[in-house]
């Protein structure tokens, strides 16, 4: 395996099976990487999407129980009983905001997001420029597609 930065055909890329031999094979694996890193910037851009839909969902229940019942506006108490013996095994409030199908759903896209990112980092690690560049424009090509309006111009916006 050559540890310096190199154009090459031959190259063996996560698994033993994942070889190039040729021009072909490593125009599908630079294929491949593009179209992994897209699906990074999607998924991450998807758990921005869960997010900011959750709390807008949450705001708006919050904002019907303050009108249906103003004296019970507060954020929810956790009784003192519930929580005392082992708050992770009994069903309690605290149980029931934290396995939430909101919140399983991002740990689970959080993971997968997580392993796209290793892999494309190991790829990045074979030192081949093929691949490397493919990565690069993919996931320039992925935060494009994905992400609006970068929170730094909204911020930019603001200050001038």
């Known amino acids: 395996m ?11 890329i996560l698994f033993s099976w994942w070889k190039t ?3 072909s094979g490593m125009a599908v694996s630079m ?26 969902k949450r705001q708006q229940r919050h904002a019907e129980a ?7 506006s507060g954020g ?3 009784s003192e009983d519930s929580v005392h013996i082992a ?9 029931r905001r934290l396995f939430t199908s909101y919140r399983i759903a991002q740990g689970a896209l959080y993971g997968l997001q997580a392993l796209l990112a290793y892999a494309l980092m190991l790829i990045v690690m074979t030192y081949n ?6 990565i690069v424009v993919g996931e320039a090509v992925g935060y494009f597609l994905f992400t609006g309006n ?6 930019l916006s603001d200050c001038c």
């Open 76 to 78: 929810d108490t956790i």
């Open 87 to 95: 708050p992770l095994v009994q069903l309690s409030g605290f149980t």
């Open 129 to 134: 420029m093929n691949l490397i560049l493919s």
């Open 21 to 23: 031999g040729s021009l």
């Open 2 to 12: 050559d540890m310096t930065l190199h154009f090459g055909e031959r190259e063996k």
């Open 31 to 56: 294929l491949i990487s593009f179209l992994l890193c897209i699906l990074y910037e999607a998924i991450k851009s998807f758990r921005y999407f869960l997010a900011v839909w959750n709390n807008q």
């Open 150 to 155: 970068p929170l730094v111009d909204q911020h």
């Open 66 to 72: 303050s009108i249906t019942n103003p004296q019970n």
